[in-house]
Structures are given as structure tokens and as C-alpha cells.
């Protein structure tokens, strides 16, 4: 008798097992476009690696709602054809509700038709103000737009009474956006640009450009683009003897910067978000405990710095799971979410989306910063 109980509890415990894996719902698929190789690996490498970091961090804490999420991720390597097939990929065959990344504002910008076409939500992690500028439907973005990063660097030219600058600008997209927003925002300040120059993304000697700044009348030259160009600027300008200040973009703001450009790096400044100074801010910052958390649980794992561009991939994940904890995993609802999204304290800066917005940032997302002895300096 006690036998045949025995085995009627064995039966319903595995019934019990089996219904349960017959009716566990199926994990929710998020697609992430990095540039995980290519010349735009400084940027998609911590993308990837925070949006996996999370993700894991997520499903460890029950997922959301008691769905598990699955990160598709595919390395766009900086091409925009790439991106395209990847993103096709990711909503027809991967059928992904959401989409965050591309790390390019050129990939970025050159996947939008898909996603608008599709009705599927994507949060860029690039900087060009084309890419929410004007507002599209299903575009989203956690880079701070570049027009904010250049009102820092005007700001800051004209407390130190500066009007004549000199920019050099990488002909791609990040490149070329940063260099309309320079030249339209110049009058505003009261800057004039007296000189204007361009290099190639795969160009490795800018002292042709250099030169001719260092006989301009420019009292200041603002370099703007994404690494290694310009580390190697910022080594050319040395081997130069060019002694008049030197502003970089956020495009650099990352430790592989001052790798790459070695003591040449001292004293150069650029707008960052405030995850690569965190530990110098006050703890009244809103922005303190999230960035704090981010900057430790990334060196735990990776064993590196946390930085501006990893917390961009931090902010779209975190964005995808407040909205989906509030309005469930339909494309629409994640989209409808993210709009009404007010207060969001992350890692490039507290996020108010609206109809009207869907950048969600004001000046405030950055701060000025200027390498000090090998590291950064926040600039008060």
C-alpha cells in the first residue's frame, strides 16, 4: 500500500514538472546591432558587453513578469549594409520585439527605414541629433545628442573668453553631424570658426590638417570623432608643438582614449557623460547611485572600467525593461511606454521622453572633463 502511494506521489511530482515545462512561457527576444569589431569597436564592445551584463542580471532576478529575455546580438562592424541585413535578420527570422543599438550614428541612421516599416521599437545608442531630430515613431535614443555635447564646449569657450577655434571632423556620419551642429551653434556663442577641416575614419597622419591650423589664427581647435583618430590628433598635435587648447568629442570619452593617445592626452578636455567621473561627483546627484552600481558591477565582471559608451547599452536595456514591466512585451506597448518614460535616472542622464522628444536629454547629461595625469578630471 505504501508502495503504490509512493508511486502515485512520484507520478503527480513529475506531472507537476512536466506541465510546467509544457506551459512556461517562451523567453522575450530583444535584438541588440553593435559595432562589436571595426573601427567603431571602442564603442560596441562595452555596448555589448553591458547589454549582455544586464540581460544576465535580469533573468537572474526572475526576468520581467516572470518572463526570461533572450539578447540577440549581431556585430554590425560599422558598416551600414551590414547593419541592414542584420536588422532584417532580427525582425523577420529572430521575430525580436525590441531593438537597441545600432552604435553608429551612419548605422543608426540607415536602419531606421526598417524599423519604421516593421513597427518594432529601437533605441539607438549613437549621437547624431538626425537620428530623433525629427522625431520618428518607433526611434528612441540614449546617446546624448551632439548638439548638447557642443553647447558644453562653447560654454566653456566663452567662460574662458575664447571666439576663434579651429575644427577638424571625421568625414562619417558621427563626423559630419558634429561638425553641422559646430558651425550652427558657433554664432549663437559668439565663436567663429576660422578654420575647417576634415579626415578620413581610416586616415592614420593628420598633420597636413594640423599644420595648417598651426598657422591659422585659432586661439583653440575642437577635434571631433570616435577612436583612434583622435588619439592620433592628439599625438600629432604635440609632435606639432601646438600649444593652444585642444577639445576632443564625447566620441573619446572612454579610458581607450587615453591608451591610445598616451602622454599627448594631458590636458586635453571634452564633454562626457558622468559615468567616467562618477566616484567626483556629490551624492546628491540623482544620477550618483546607478552610475556607481554600473561603473563596480562592470569592472566585477569584465574586469575594466564602466564607461560612456557602455552606459548607453545600460540605459536601453533598463528603458526596455521599465516599459515592458509597465505596458507587457507587444512591440506597441514597449513603444508607447518608452514615450511616457519622465525621471529615468541613468547612465548618460536623467531621461524625460515625450511626443515631441524622443532624445530625452538637456545639457545637463553632460559634464566637462580634462585628463589629468592619465586619468580624468571632472572640471567643476
Known amino acids: 500500500m505504501s ?25 522575450v527576444k530583444i535584438g541588440a546591432l553593435f559595432s562589436v569589431t571595426g573601427p567603431a569597436s571602442p564603442l560596441g564592445e562595452p555596448e ?40 532584417n535578420k532580427l525582425i523577420k527570422d529572430d521575430k525580436v520585439v525590441a531593438i537597441i543599438g545600432p552604435s553608429t550614428t551612419g548605422d543608426s541612421m540607415a536602419i531606421i527605414p526598417v524599423v519604421e516599416k516593421a513597427a518594432i521599437p529601437l533605441i539607438s545608442c549613437a549621437a547624431g541629433i538626425k537620428i530623433t531630430d525629427p522625431v520618428k515613431k518607433w ?19 566663452q567662460k574662458q573668453k575664447i571666439s576663434r577655434v579651429a575644427i577638424l571632423t ?59 583618430g583622435p588619439a592620433i590628433v592628439a599625438r600629432n598635435a604635440q609632435q606639432l608643438g601646438i600649444k593652444i587648447p585642444l577639445y576632443m568629442s564625447h566620441g573619446v ?22 559615468v567616467i567621473v562618477a566616484d567626483q561627483l556629490p551624492n546628491s546627484d540623482p544620477q550618483k547611485k546607478a552610475l556607481m552600481s554600473y561603473v ?6 569584465y574586469k575594466v572600467e564602466g564607461d560612456h559608451f557602455g552606459g548607453h547599452a545600460w540605459d536601453a536595456v533598463m528603458l526596455l525593461k521599465n516599459a515592458m514591466e509597465k505596458g507587457g512585451f507587444a512591440p506597441a506597448a514597449i513603444r508607447d511606454q518608452l514615450e511616457k518614460t519622465k525621471k529615468f535616472a541613468g547612465i548618460g542622464g536623467t531621461f524625460n521622453f515625450s511626443p515631441q522628444d524622443h532624445a530625452g536629454l538637456n545639457i545637463d547629461a553632460f559634464v566637462l572633463v580634462k585628463v589629468e595625469k592619465g586619468d580624468w578630471k571632472l572640471i567643476k
Open 3 to 27: 508502495r503504490n502511494i509512493f508511486r502515485m506521489i512520484l507520478v503527480l511530482f513529475f506531472s507537476f514538472l512536466m506541465a510546467g515545462a509544457v506551459f512556461a512561457a517562451p523567453p
Open 296 to 301: 563596480n558591477k562592470y569592472r566585477a565582471r
Open 170 to 228: 571625421v568625414s562619417d556620419g558621427f563626423g559630419s553631424s558634429g561638425r553641422e551642429q559646430l558651425k550652427l551653434k558657433a554664432k549663437e556663442f559668439g565663436i567663429s570658426i576660422i578654420s575647417d577641416e576634415t579626415y578620413g575614419p581610416k586616415d592614420t597622419d593628420m598633420t597636413v590638417q594640423l599644420t595648417k591650423i598651426r598657422n591659422s589664427n585659432a586661439q583653440a581647435v575642437i577635434c571631433w570623432g570616435t577612436n583612434p
Open 139 to 157: 526611434v528612441f535614443k540614449t546617446a546624448q545628442n551632439d548638439v548638447l555635447a557642443v553647447m558644453r564646449i562653447y560654454k566653456n569657450l
Open 253 to 274: 570619452s572612454s579610458r581607450k582614449f587615453i591608451d591610445l593617445a598616451g602622454d599627448s592626452a594631458g590636458g586635453i578636455m571634452l564633454p562626457s557623460g558622468k
Open 48 to 87: 555589448r558587453n553591458t547589454a549582455e551584463m544586464m540581460v544576465a542580471e535580469i533573468n537572474k532576478a526572475g526576468g520581467i513578469n516572470g518572463r526570461q529575455l533572450e539578447l540577440i546580438v549581431y556585430d554590425t562592424q560599422g558598416d551600414a549594409t551590414k547593419a541592414v541585413q542584420a536588422v
